[in-house]
């Protein structure tokens, strides 16, 4: 497994931006499928957006397609998600997760980072 650590989250007004970072520990960052999931309140983990080992994949949830955008630094062990037009809706604690497996379902993750709360005032 790969220890993950976001950073970035925060409080904005709806129609600003956010960029979440995710720094991977380990040599065999380049190895992983990365992705970001979101979970808000009373509602199950949900898929954010994923990028495949070698950054030349993504796929995002529809309902962000356009406004996010996820992207990876593998000489920096670090996965990004640049969020934009940000609306309260996706107010959510943001996770990123590690895998071998390109996929939108969590189980397929087996590595997963603390979390971090991103907050979209209206």
């Known amino acids: 497994q790969v220890q993950l650590v976001e950073s970035g989250g925060g409080l904005v007004q709806a129609g600003g931006s956010l960029r979440l970072s995710c720094a991977a520990s380990?040599?065999?960052?380049?190895?992983?499928?990365m992705a970001w999931f979101r979970q808000a309140p009373g509602k199950e983990r949900e898929i954010v957006a994923v990028?495949?080992?070698?950054?030349?994949?993504?796929d995002y949830a529809g309902s962000v397609k356009g406004r996010f955008t996820i992207s990876r630094d593998n000489a920096k062990n670090t996965v990004y998600l640049q969020m934009s037009s940000l609306a309260p809706e996706d107010t959510a604690v943001y996770y990123c997760?590690?895998?071998?497996?390109?996929?939108?379902?969590?189980?397929?993750?087996?590595?997963w980072g603390q979390g971090t709360q991103v907050t979209v005032s209206s």
């Open positions: 380990g040599r065999t960052f380049s190895s992983y499928v």
């Open positions: 990028n495949s080992a070698s950054g030349g994949r993504t």
């Open positions: 997760a590690a895998g071998y497996t390109y996929s939108i379902r969590p189980i397929m993750y087996d590595s």
